[in-house]
């Protein structure tokens, strides 16, 4: 099946309506109306004319579709593979450009597969921060059609960078091999290259590939990107007024290397410097921002994904999410790599949103059940370009929503939506999601995509990537070590603040 718009009204009748502005823990019956791929009406007993499909949601939660504002769809099939790796050591066991070009059945299988499991947990928009190896047109073909074929909606941008040396590089022993060191280094690119291609594919496929994909832009980091390419990433946002989503800040050693030159512009005044820092940038991370930092964000009008537990895995800390609350800063929610964090669950995000604030402070604080799921859906949508479309639901807002059943244990006795979504449901309570008003999950299934004959065929090519996975992991063992030893060498450097608990300050 494609990902077309579905024709046939829609009407959800007698279903739990949650809004993010009415009572959030009862919310009222409704019945909701939809026409093509919006809502054009939502109340109680809605009359309709003949030819309408109804969706019984009786004794049933109508919420709407989650947002996943960061996601890189390179790595699907290392899922489950690394385990107890700093980011630095993460990282050359994940990079796509280490594993070389890969075939392209294997780049439609892994996007319907990462897009299948955000389908089946309420994710209806996916913001796919991808790197392509090589940077090839059929290869943007393969993963676009893969998810039109899935039927989620997906923002979709290819990563940039021209620098390729490692964030820990300063860092690295200075007695080290030159052999290794060119490892560790990598290859350059143009900058040129890479805003042609990103360029030519937008002219050639549009703003607007299908009416389910739409276009960001992807700067890997500001030290991974010369001046030039954050310039021309700029210049592109400025004329298609396209959300910029870059990593910034995630690692300690990321802000300590800023540290090594006193005199060095912060990350956040590089992008500055190029015309970045305005409402559409996105601070992927952003674990290590100063106060100093945050201000600036907030004056602005810029915002923060977090991606709480790939931050956790990958040992980077805990981002100061109370700080960017009272800062006035929109924080979105991403569920990154599955290599660092192992699935695609925006209810797994919300609860750590809310939990984790916990471990820096004591007091009773604001981030709470509703706030996290306006993270996980406004907040998504003001990140993504499209909070006119989604995040809601509302007479006009596209279609896109989930349908929980409460007579799962999650919602038993049910007290409360918001924070029974948050702390007790997981995914499992879900039986139907709509995406464009065209139902893409019912009773708990896809029916987009044959899931069984995915999971084979997946289960084909797997051994194949295991061995790849294998090969490299051998030919980067001896540069665990002095990753190690760099990353403590890291360590020494202060910066006068912790994002680590029960160290005390640096």
């Not at 992807?218 to 870059?246: D, K, M, N, W, Y």
């Not at 006795?413 to 139902?439: D, K, M, Y």
Request: aromatic letters at 6%; glycine letters at 6%.
């Amino acid at each position: 099946m494609t990902g077309s718009t579905q024709v046939t009204p829609i009407l959800i009748r007698g279903g739990r309506v949650y809004d993010h502005d009415g009572d959030i823990h009862q919310p009222a019956q409704a019945d909701i109306l939809i026409h093509g791929e919006r809502i054009e009406r939502i109340g109680p007993n809605l009359a309709v004319e003949d030819g309408v499909e109804i969706i019984d949601a009786v004794g049933k939660l109508v919420v709407p579709g989650f947002v996943n504002a960061h996601y890189h769809s390179h790595d699907v099939m290392a899922k489950g593979l690394f385990e107890e790796m700093p980011f630095d050591i993460w990282t050359l066991h994940s990079n796509p450009a280490n594993y070389g070009p890969r075939a392209l059945k294997e780049v439609r299988l892994r996007t319907l597969v990462g897009a299948a499991e955000q389908l089946r947990n309420g994710i209806t928009t996916i913001q796919d921060f991808l790197t392509l190896v090589p940077q090839d047109e059929a290869l943007v073909d393969t993963v676009l059609s893969a998810y039109e074929e899935a039927g989620v909606r997906v923002v979709f941008a290819v990563a940039a960078r021209d620098r390729a040396a490692l964030d820990i590089a300063p860092f690295m022993p200075r007695d080290l091999p030159e052999a290794v060191r060119k490892r560790i280094a990598g290859s350059d690119r143009k900058a040129s290259d890479e805003l042609e291609f990103i360029a030519a594919q937008i002219k050639r496929l549009g703003l607007k590939p299908t009416p389910l994909q739409t276009w960001a832009l992807a700067p890997s980091a500001p030290q991974r990107c010369s001046q030039e390419l954050l310039e021309g990433i700029a210049a592109l946002s400025r004329e298609h007024e396209l959300p910029v989503f870059t990593h910034v800040y995630e690692t300690r050693i990321q802000a300590a290397a800023a540290r090594q030159q006193p005199a060095a512009p912060s990350h956040l005044d590089i992008l500055a410097r190029a015309g970045l820092m305005n409402e559409r940038l996105n601070i992927v991370h952003g674990v290590w921002l100063t106060a100093h930092d945050i201000a600036q964000i907030a004056e602005a009008g810029a915002r923060v994904v977090h991606n709480p537990v790939s931050n956790l895995k990958l040992k980077s800390g805990i981002a100061p999410i109370l700080d960017l609350y009272r800062a006035g800063i929109d924080v979105a929610l991403g569920c990154d790599n599955y290599s660092c964090a192992e699935t695609q669950n925006i209810f797994i995000a919300m609860r750590m949103l809310c939990l984790l604030p916990a471990v820096t402070d004591p007091e009773p604080h604001p981030v709470h059940a509703a706030y996290a799921l306006k993270a996980a859906t406004v907040m998504g949508a003001r990140a993504v370009g499209l909070e006119d479309k989604i995040g809601a639901l509302k007479p006009g807002m596209t279609a896109d929503l989930m349908i929980l059943d409460l007579n799962e244990p999650a919602f038993v006795p049910f007290n409360s939506a918001a924070r029974q979504i948050v702390f007790s449901e997981a995914g499992r309570a879900i039986e139907t999601v709509l995406v464009g008003g065209r139902p893409v999950v019912r009773n708990g299934k896809l029916v987009t995509v044959d899931e069984a004959a995915l999971a084979a065929a997946v289960e084909e090519i797997a051994p194949a990537f295991r061995r790849d996975a294998q090969t490299l992991a051998t030919r980067n063992a001896d540069l665990t070590a002095p990753l190690l030893n760099a990353n403590r060498e890291a360590w020494k450097v202060s910066l006068g603040f912790e994002r680590y608990i029960g160290r005390g300050t640096s």
